[in-house]
C-alpha cells in the first residue's frame, strides 16, 4: 500500500509520482519528437492536431492541448526567405492530462523567460 504523505517509510515511487512520471514521458515524446519539424503560419493547427493525437494514443494520456503561436510564427518569417521555419518550444503552449492509478496529473509547458520550461501544475485524487 502506497502513501502520499510525507511519513511514508516506502521507497516505491507513490501514485502520484507515477502520474507524474507518466506526464514528463508525453512532454519528453511531444517535444523531441516534433522539436525541427518544418512549421509555417498556415500549416500550424494541423500540426498542432497531429501532436496532440500522437500523443494521445499513448496509455494513461487523458488529454493533450496544443496551441502553436502563430503570431511568433509570423514574427520569425518576417525578415526570412523562407515561407516556413523550425518548431522549437519558444512556438509552442502544451497541457497534457494524464491519469494513472487515481492520481490526475495535469502539466504544461510555456515559454518562461525565453525557455520552454515544463511543469506539473496540479495533481488532484487522493483514492489508492
Do not use: W
Not at 516556413?84 to 504544461?108: A, C, K, M, P, Q
Amino acid at each position: 500500500m502506497h502513501s502520499d504523505g510525507p511519513d511514508s517509510s516506502s521507497t516505491d515511487p507513490t501514485p502520484a509520482e507515477v502520474a507524474c512520471f507518466e506526464s514528463g514521458i508525453k512532454f519528453g515524446s511531444l517535444y523531441h519528437q516534433f522539436a525541427g519539424t518544418p512549421v509555417s503560419p498556415e500549416s500550424a493547427g494541423s500540426l498542432a492536431r497531429a501532436m496532440e493525437e500522437s500523443i494521445e494514443n499513448q496509455p494513461h494520456c487523458e488529454r493533450v492541448t496544443v496551441d502553436v503561436d502563430v503570431d511568433a510564427l509570423e514574427r520569425e518569417l518576417e525578415e526570412d526567405a523562407a515561407d516556413y521555419t523550425e518548431l522549437t518550444g519558444r512556438f509552442l503552449d502544451v497541457e497534457i492530462v494524464v491519469e494513472r492509478d487515481g492520481r490526475r496529473v495535469t502539466s504544461r509547458m510555456a515559454m518562461d523567460d525565453g525557455y520552454p520550461l515544463m511543469r506539473v501544475v496540479d495533481v488532484a485524487g487522493r483514492g489508492e
